[in-house]
């Protein structure tokens, strides 16, 4: 059955706009999926069809300064909480799982720990670690591309700024043939569909239409403390990552691993980024949905 799409516009307490995507049956168990950075609220067609399969309802927003979300300067990764809290009143859920990819996958993390009330577990696929942390190596098998680019933000974050506006134009403008050479250049086992690849870019093109805002938001809350206590966790969570993986290497979620109580980790042998998801979202969906 051909999964529909809505869109809601939903206001919070201190004046902000959010515009959250769902699909699925409204009365389903929920999942709220965390979209990485710079992405949208755009939720792809094979897992809205997936979710269908299974009565399920997924919900998916825009981060402040994203798309049609309101810009929260200064904000850091708990600060998600209470825009969940915000969307799950609107919509009248009591009950929900979290899940997300990249840097998704702190809020993801950030939600669980932070409302164990609400959330019953929580996901996360090739999620960073948090910066700073002693006996840790953040870079260790990063591609040099992505390593400079975050040591540019750390150390000249003026420079990251204009860096992100010729990020933002080459993700506007990137062609079938760009698009192409990229999938190309994958080591095999990192490989994804065209199709989820070329979702990948419709969904970041979505997320910088308007500006770099949540892009830069994003990068402030990831190197900033995230407000969270990791130790504190209560609930299951599984922390999926391949080794392939060059823009945020496995042993983030290694570290997590061992930081956060009752979790999980699913480390293969070779995924990448992109592929991690694409790969195993539906086991994942249906262990989430086991734990309603």
Aim: charged content about 20%; some cysteine; aromatic content about 10%.
């Amino acid at each position: 059955m051909q999964a529909e799409f809505r869109t809601t516009q939903v206001r919070t307490a201190d004046g902000r706009d959010l515009l959250v995507e769902s699909t699925g049956d409204p009365r389903g168990r929920t999942l709220l999926f965390f979209n990485g950075t710079p992405t949208s609220r755009k939720i792809f067609q094979g897992m809205a069809e997936e979710a269908n399969s299974l009565g399920a309802h997924i919900l998916c927003y825009d981060r402040p300064g994203y798309a049609g979300s309101t810009p929260q300067p200064g904000r850091i990764v708990a600060d998600c909480v209470r825009d969940v809290l915000t969307i799950t009143n609107h919509f009248g859920i009591d009950r929900l799982a979290v899940w997300g990819i990249s840097g998704g996958g702190p809020h993801a993390i950030a939600t669980a720990i932070l409302l164990p009330e609400l959330v019953c577990a929580a996901a996360t696929f090739a999620s960073l670690a948090p910066y700073a942390i002693s006996d840790f190596d953040y870079f260790e098998g990063m591609s040099e591309r992505k390593k400079s680019q975050r040591s540019l933000y750390l150390s000249d974050p003026v420079g990251f700024q204009l860096h992100l506006q010729v990020s933002r134009q080459e993700i506007i403008n990137a062609s079938e043939d760009y698009l192409s050479a990229k999938l190309e250049a994958m080591p095999p086992g990192a490989r994804v569909s065209r199709a989820f690849y070329q979702f990948s870019y419709e969904t970041m093109q979505m997320a910088v239409e308007n500006g770099i805002e949540g892009y830069w938001e994003d990068y402030q809350a990831f190197y900033s403390d995230w407000g969270v206590d990791l130790s504190t966790n209560t609930l299951p969570i599984q922390l999926w990552h391949g080794r392939e993986d060059v823009d945020v290497p496995f042993q983030h979620s290694q570290w997590l691993s061992m930081a956060i109580p009752q979790s999980e980790l699913h480390l293969t042998q070779k995924d990448g980024h992109f592929s991690i998801l694409e790969n195993h979202r539906a086991n994942v969906m249906d262990w989430l949905l086991s734990n309603f």
